[in-house]
């Protein structure tokens, strides 16, 4: 491993770079990797996503034969829908174009990395969907034990696109709030790494995001970035990769970060409207964004601190505020779940109530695929001509 270190993002208790546990025991908050000696290091323009930033990563090694290609995914300019809603710079972030149709992909493959320097011959998760698929994908491809720890009753359709990829499957009691601290303990016990949630790597893959958002647009950030927000890894991941970029000189200002929830389930925008430090959990979440309903997200807290300091804000959207995006997104011939959609449902919202003005530069970031729920295309109607042309 290269000179780094963990961090705990609260009280800024120093971890080494080996921990597993992703967790500070003092605070119970996520711990974050720090570079102390960041430079700017040179950016490959081709190979996997660990290889080109490589300098940006602390391992000293890298293992061949794990990737899938992930990352370097399209950034498109907006035309129709910027139009539409009258804002000049409307940028799509496509993740939907990862090997598994999600974001997830780069932080499994940097969970991946830091697992097999570590010498861990396991790897594990708990989710029902993006990350689930994404850590059995990856595990397959590297030829690991994967353990994808599941609830009692979750229904077959949701557990079939994990299983194609022949990981053990282990069903557990209790919520998935529940079985992620469960997992901390199954994982010391039997040796497992779990790359869940807001793990410090996933973390890292999350900031390559920032990282190409930058290349894309000629080193020249969007004045916001709008994340959809569930654990809170992600947005604190592509905020962490604009803040390394600044810090080494390869841009000369920091967009603001904008959170997306569901007003089904949004504790952290809740606790950001009320001014407060931490959040709440949510109790009956629902929505049809059901990548991001997690009730009590385990970087909530971080991201209510990273937000006051980065200025930005949070926004929430009803379902059919989500549907409707949903559907305006394809008008770009974008296809994004439910969750990918909240970004462009809370720009139109920002935009409305004057936050957002014309002149802004905004980058909405799509997170998953849409025909990974395909479920919610009940919710748009459509005619199929009985005449011919
Ligand atoms: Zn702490």
New binding site residues.
């Given amino acids: 491993m290269k000179m780094a270190h963990l961090i705990?993002t609260?009280?800024?208790?120093e971890f080494p770079i080996d921990r597993v546990h992703p967790r500070?025991p003092?605070?119970n908050?996520p711990l974050e990797v720090v570079y102390p000696r960041l430079k700017k290091g040179k950016i490959r323009s081709r190979g996997t996503l660990i290889e080109r930033y490589h300098a940006f990563f602390p391992f000293s090694s890298i293992h061949e034969g794990i990737s899938l290609g992930e990352g370097n995914t399209p950034l498109l300019q907006s035309s129709v829908v910027a139009s539409e809603l009258g804002v000049n710079k409307l940028f799509f972030k496509n993740e939907t174009q990862n090997p598994t149709w999600s974001f997830k992909d780069r932080g499994t493959v940097a969970g991946l990395e830091h697992a097999l320097s570590l010498g861990f011959k396991k790897i594990g998760t708990v989710s029902t969907g993006n990350m689930a698929v994404s850590v059995a994908a990856y595990g397959a491809r590297a030829k690991v034990d994967t353990y994808v720890l599941v609830s009692a009753g979750l229904p077959e359709e949701k557990i079939g696109p994990i299983a194609i990829y022949h990981p053990r499957l282990i069903m557990v009691g209790g919520d998935y709030g529940e079985l992620y601290f469960k997992s901390l303990e199954i994982g010391e016990r039997f040796g497992i790494y779990f790359i869940s949630s807001d793990v410090p790597f996933r973390v890292e893959g999350s900031k390559t995001i920032a990282f190409e958002i930058c290349e894309q647009m000629s080193f020249e950030p969007p004045d916001y970035a709008v994340v959809p927000v569930s654990a809170g890894g992600n947005v604190r991941g592509i905020l962490k990769g604009f803040e390394e970029f600044y810090r080494v000189g390869l841009i000369d200002r920091i967009p603001k970060m904008v959170v997306g929830q569901a007003s089904g389930c949004s504790p952290v925008t809740n606790a950001f409207e009320k001014g407060s430090e931490s959040i709440e959990r949510v109790v009956d979440p629902h929505t049809v964004a059901h990548a991001i309903e997690n009730p009590f997200p385990p970087s909530g807290n971080q991201v209510l601190r990273k937000l006051k300091e980065n200025g930005g804000t949070a926004v929430k959207a009803s379902d059919e505020e989500i549907l409707e995006a949903q559907a305006l997104m394809a008008k770009e011939g974008i296809f994004g779940q439910p969750a990918a959609a909240v970004p462009l449902a809370a720009v139109k919202k920002l935009l409305a109530d004057g936050y957002l003005k014309q002149t802004d530069s905004v980058v909405c970031i799509v997170t998953g695929g849409g025909l990974k729920y395909t479920a919610a295309l009940t919710h748009h109607p459509f005619k199929v001509e009985k005449t011919g042309l």
């Fill in positions: 705990c609260k009280c800024e208790k500070c003092g605070c908050e």
